[in-house]
């Protein structure tokens, strides 16, 4: 057993969870009907539940674990309602959106004087070369039960919380309407107004104590993803055989599994592992 194991756990949240009706509670607005997740990812559902049952049976083992949480607001640069049409349209999700088709009038800002920024950020996006803007369904709405943790992780961390007597580290990502931040330890674009979308390097730092640093979470195309790219990158160790990626704790967004496994293949290539759940357990435990 490692000196000091943790847990990073990202997004794991009922928004990107392909969860049976069943766990899905009564819609209070509409009668007879039940919430849904937003933008669920197959598979999600069940890596989530191996991720807490790992929790449940490391318990107290774990020293410690982090939990991301997507936070957005309706009114946000990837969601519907900042965008219309250049005749006023509505923009569906699943639209991706460049600089130059906003300069073209394709696409447009509804606040009109919100151009000039969202101009400057499409080119320092794509200037990154990381992400094209994707216009997503509204998710993970601060507030909103879709912003909720699965209730099978949330028990599992609960139980753990009582057994090892700490709390949880919990990272709250997104509330910034002007930049998309998949990674918890950095938006794209950072805003120099707002410090929580810079890099987060006391974070990486508190991270990089773990001997050995477990990762799993939602989804591997894109906020995983994006998180341990940024980990590998800034890790003052650059001890990247501590990150051991949990392959079926993770799923990708649907048409995105290319850029999943070269994710996965990549931080590979650099040293880091990847494991199934059950293989940590029985290395772990015996």
Known sequence: MPARLELLLIDPQNDF?????????????????????????????????????????????????????????????????????????????????????????????????????????????????????MVWPLHAEVGSWGQGVHAAVQQACRSWQALAQRPLRTVAKGQNPWTEHYSALQAEVPDPADPGTALQRELIAALDQADLLLVAGQASSHCVRATCEHLAEHLPSQRLDKLVLLTDGMSPVPGFEPQAAAFLAGLQARGARLATTAQVLRKLLG
């Open 17 to 133: 969870c392909d969860l049976p009706p069943a766990a899905c509670p009564a819609d209070p607005l509409r009668p007879g009907a039940r919430l849904q997740p937003a933008l669920p990812v197959p598979g999600a559902h069940a890596d989530l539940l191996r991720v807490a049952a790992l929790v449940q049976a490391l318990g107290p083992r774990l020293q410690g674990i982090t939990l991301t949480l997507d936070s957005h607001h309706a009114y946000d640069i990837a969601h519907p309602l900042f965008w219309c049409g250049g005749d006023g349209s509505a923009v569906p999700p699943f639209t991706p959106i460049t600089a130059a088709q906003v300069r073209a009038g394709q696409w447009r800002p509804r606040q009109p004087a919100a151009l000039p920024r969202v101009l400057d950020y499409l080119d320092a996006l794509e200037a990154a070369g990381r992400y094209t803007l």
